[in-house]
């Protein structure tokens, strides 16, 4: 699918948008030597210092972000490197710390008092996402290597994200990817489904959609992760959603807790009766009236309020 097709369709659908950066192609990169030397740094615990002055709202909403590439310039489907910084900045002074989306789906946030939450989220796993420099280090551009300088300012902002991986991307590097997922581990971040082939899967019939999850599954679980929750390709669910809580594939079981989707208001926490698993709604990484900056000025008028860690 071209780029033009999400466009598109963001036009004619604002609240409801498919999203992706059209049909990623297999750009996988020559393979780079990476440092024995480097260990993934660990995870800072929160403080208990009181972040905000906010009262405690276990009700309030969720923001959600989605990502797909970081990149040199802003574009409609790209982040450009100012920009990420910034949505850190901002994100971090208005006294939202990241979780990730099982920490989220399980209740169990692990933010400091005062608190809301904040969900990365970043599709395709496209390599401006996670690139690793010839000497092994971590790119200081690439979204976790702005991450991680911006957790050593703010210890208090740990790289914790969720990524929906391809396994014809794979951060465009195969030789490096499974060094990368163990630094994701280490950091406490998520990896989950994003199909095999990113395609729409409400043109298949069951069986196709199950060999496009179970296909994915099964190759994370061959590099050690257990996927909880998958991104649909451009947004769109499968017509039987029901699949996503579980079915049989070549004998073997696959379910879902989750998943997300891609247009356009911050999410219900799971308490909430109105709060479907199955269909999370994303905040664009964007500018513009969908994207995050929008959400963080309503929130400043107090058009929607956050969920707030008593
Ligand atoms: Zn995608």
Redesign the pocket.
Known sequence: MSRSTPRLLAFLAPIVLVG??GT?SVTVAPSIATSPTVSPPKPTPPPKKRVTSRKANLKGRVLILEY?KIAAKEARWDRSIKSFRRDLERLYKLGFRPVTLAEYLDGDMKLPPGASPVVFTF??SHPSQFHLLEDGRIDPNCAVGIMQSFGLKHPDFPTKATF?VLPNMVFGNRKTFDKKLEYLKAWGCEIGS?TMS?SNLKKMTDEQVKAEIGGSIDWLRSHGIEPRTM?F?YGVPPKNEGLLKGFTWQGKEYKLDAAVMVGAVPARVTSDAKHHRYRLPRVQGIDGALGLHNWLDKYKKGRWEPYVEP
């Open positions: 992706c950066a990623p797909h599709d395709d929906y994003h990113h991104a390709p």
